[in-house]
């Protein structure tokens, strides 16, 4: 197996989203994606990139410091040694998390890995690549993820959350596209409708809201 990747940027940061936000975090951004969501805020990791040896990455996440350290994308399952670097993150101590979009099995992640599985909506266009046997590989320390755009998407979000046992496995978070769906709106059909999940705001987008990249 390749122990090379092609990195778009690693940086550090406030983690913006989900359970861990407002946590200082290390960013590992891959490059390639296998889907064009409408709506996506890092197109820019579609196919910008340098290929960098796994003991670089590693490397250079120990010059930024810092406990907790985020691979994402663009989609980094799309890579083929990302598995080996989340271990290797992993056996060298860190809290390390994969943001993927659920639309490649994810069986082949280390357990010791934190995952957050980013369902798409119907908003999206990508609705129908989701893999929801990969609700199965779910546990506690894991969480789902609904970006949300309108009303329908939010009933694609609640119906899929009723169908399946997400809730029951791991934390589930609905999340508003940024300028797009607004958050009090988005509050109160939650409330309406009692689900137990929790509304998710971008916090990078409110502390850096000029910045597209590296935030």
Known sequence: MSRTLIVNEIFRSIQGEGLRAGRPCTMVRLTGCNLRCHWCDTAYAWDQGQEMPLADILTRVA????????????????????????????????????????????????????????????????????????????????????????????????????????????????????????PNALAEWILADRLDVRLGLQLHRILWPESDRGV
């Open 63 to 182: 010059e930024l410091g810092g406990p907790l350290v985020e691979v994402t994308g663009g989609e980094p399952l799309t890579q083929t040694a990302t598995p080996a670097l989340l271990t290797a993150l992993c056996d060298t101590g860190y809290r390390t998390v994969l943001e993927t979009n659920g639309s490649i099995d994810l069986g082949p992640v280390d357990e010791r890995a934190s995952k957050i599985v980013d369902f798409k909506c119907p908003s999206s266009g990508q609705s129908e690549t989701n893999c929801w046997h990969n609700v199965s590989y779910l546990t506690a320390q894991d969480e789902v993820k609904f970006v949300l755009a309108d009303r329908t998407d939010y009933e694609f979000a609640r119906d899929a959350l009723a169908a399946g046992d997400m809730a029951r496995r791991c934390p589930v978070t609905f999340h508003c596209v940024h300028g797009q769906l607004a």
